[in-house]
């Protein structure tokens, strides 16, 4: 199995940033994709962004050129970098995985953004 730990959501102003990370551990070797998905209440889950296990990066259109994910597989943490946010990023954050046998979510972080 797959563990993955996300952390750094909270509070923030409108416009300002904050930064998610998601620590693997585990079956670490049978991860491919890793990424971020939101879900505030009365929404659809939402795909944000995607990275490969080579670094290949895809972003949901509500995110581009906001946000920016990144991974360290020395570390087997993947980052979520968010800029420029907007009351309507207020979600629940989670991390997941999906690697060549099965997929993997994160307990969530909340991330709220004030106006």
């Known amino acids: 199995q797959v563990q993955l730990v996300e952390s750094g959501g909270g509070l923030v102003q409108a416009g300002g940033s904050l930064r998610l990370s998601c620590a693997a551990s585990g079956r670490i070797w049978s991860i491919n994709t890793m990424g971020w998905y939101r879900q505030a209440p009365g929404k659809q889950r939402e795909l944000v962004a995607t990275i490969t296990k080579g670094g290949s990066t895809d972003y949901g259109d509500s995110v581009k050129g906001r946000f920016t994910i990144s991974r360290d597989n020395t570390k087997n943490t993947a980052y979520l970098q968010m800029n420029s946010l907007k009351p309507e990023d207020t979600a629940v954050y989670y991390c997941?995985?999906?690697?060549?046998?099965?997929?993997?979510r994160g307990q969530g972080t909340q991330v709220t953004v004030s106006s």
């Open positions: 997941k995985s999906w690697g060549v046998s099965a997929d993997y």
